[in-house]
């Protein structure tokens, strides 16, 4: 943690878009194709629909991200991006609310024992997605929010 508060804001920025925001859309297309796995294979389709509104939901949130958050903190901030941040704040707990709810499902996944391996398959890669996002929320509320938080209390 120390090593990413010690970088550059624009550093920091471009590590959270190559590492979490590509990665995360690489993982979720590839979690989309194992939930279409899981439905052709019997499993409850809200599962398969839970993982689309999920997947929609991160990319409008890494979209906001990269199309007006990130411009403006790259730029040193202004009087709006207080109210950004507490909108992405915001959107991080829906977050896990939304991942929350897909954990419960994936619990409650049901399938014949030919599905799993690919059952195991998509649990994997579910976990190793939340596991990514837990970490990038962290950093970015953390580590980037506040260096832009502290003209708030100014």
Not at 74 to 82: C, F, P, S
Not at 100 to 127: C, K, N, S, V
Request: hydrophobic share 50%; aromatic share 6%.
């Amino acid at each position: 943690m120390n090593d990413l508060q010690s970088l550059p804001t624009d550093a920091l920025l471009a590590q959270i878009v190559e590492r979490f925001h590509e990665g995360h859309r690489r993982d979720l297309a590839a979690l989309i194709e194992r939930a279409q796995a899981l439905d052709a294979a019997g499993a409850a389709p809200a599962v398969k629909q839970a993982v689309a509104a999920f997947a929609e939901a991160l990319e409008q949130h890494m979209f906001k991200e990269e199309a007006r958050l990130f411009p403006m903190t790259a730029q040193g901030g202004n009087t709006l991006i207080v109210q950004l941040i507490d909108a992405m704040r915001a959107e991080h707990l829906g977050h896990e609310d939304h991942s929350a709810a897909l954990h419960g499902l994936i619990d409650e996944l049901t399938l014949p024992a030919t599905a799993a391996p690919a059952a195991a398959q998509f649990r994997a890669a579910f976990a190793a997605l939340m596991a990514e996002l837990v970490e990038h929320v962290r950093i970015e509320d953390e580590i980037l929010f506040p260096r832009f938080e502290r003209t708030r209390m100014s």
